[in-house]
């Protein structure tokens, strides 16, 4: 079973629609982190949180909010969805104990269109 | 502006030969990087990192060399397979998370 569980895993959607994405891991991680890809940009930082009730804005959090409802659960939400929200998004990983270097562990990814 | 840069979007190398990937950082306080690899419908997956106190760091077919001086790295993977086509990201840490490069893909042509 994999260790970073994403859900869904494609969601085509409309403008307008409020949209969640959820992670799960079993890796017993304090660390977790949302990113998107897009063609040719790399992946950029949504939104990170070192535990429970430790939440930051990353590079592109404009349009996006998050929830960590437990250790093991950091879910992404899209409030309205905008056709530029379409993207390849990313949920990861990481452990404390392994000190700040932050060898991240990511999710399968959710491949998200938004019409 | 962009604070890792790899700068070539793809590069295509024979089987058998020398696979030399290239990201360049712009901040002397990241201390920590590393290179993951990431393929199609797939997440990235850790590959091999390097801290700010060595110059050099090998794992089997891959070697990854640090100059701090030029705030360059690399990544060296010899002999390069045709598994290893993927797209491979640099990314750097220092007391913020991990930020990543565009991404280079890397074809191995047989």
């Known amino acids: 079973d994999a260790d970073v569980t994403q859900t869904p895993r494609n969601r085509i959607t409309k403008t307008g629609k409020r949209i969640m994405l959820e992670c799960s891991q079993t890796?017993?991680?304090?660390?977790m982190y949302w990113y998107r890809q897009d063609p040719g940009l790399g992946l950029r930082l949504i939104y990170y949180?070192?535990?429970?009730?430790?939440?930051n804005k990353g590079e592109i959090s404009d349009g996006y909010s998050v929830s960590r409802q437990a250790q093991a659960k950091f879910s992404l939400s899209l409030e309205s969805a905008i056709p530029n929200q379409t993207a390849l998004y990313f949920c990861?990983?990481?452990?404390?104990?392994?000190?700040?270097?932050?060898?991240?562990?990511f999710g399968p990814g959710t491949r998200l269109t938004v019409l | 502006d962009q604070q890792v840069k790899q700068n070539s979007p793809s590069l295509s190398v024979q089987e058998g030969r020398i696979s030399i990937l290239n990201c360049d950082y712009t901040?002397?306080?990241?201390?920590?990087f590393l290179w993951y690899k990431k393929y199609p419908a797939e997440g990235p997956t850790f590959l091999i990192s390097?801290?700010?106190?060595?110059d050099k760091n090998e794992d089997g077919r891959f070697t990854v060399f640090l100059n701090k001086s030029a705030k360059h790295l690399s990544l060296h993977i010899v002999p390069s397979q045709p598994g290893d086509s993927a797209v491979y990201f640099c990314?750097?840490?220092?007391?913020?998370?991990?930020?990543f490069g565009k991404g280079t893909r890397l074809s191995v042509i047989a």
């Open positions: 990861a990983t990481s452990s404390r104990s392994s000190g700040r270097y932050n060898e991240q562990f």
């Open positions: 890796k017993g991680h304090d660390r």
């Open positions: 949180s070192f535990d429970v009730k430790d939440i």
């Open positions: 901040n002397s306080m990241f201390d920590y």
């Open positions: 390097i801290s700010s106190i060595k």
């Open positions: 990314a750097v840490s220092g007391n913020t998370p991990l930020v």
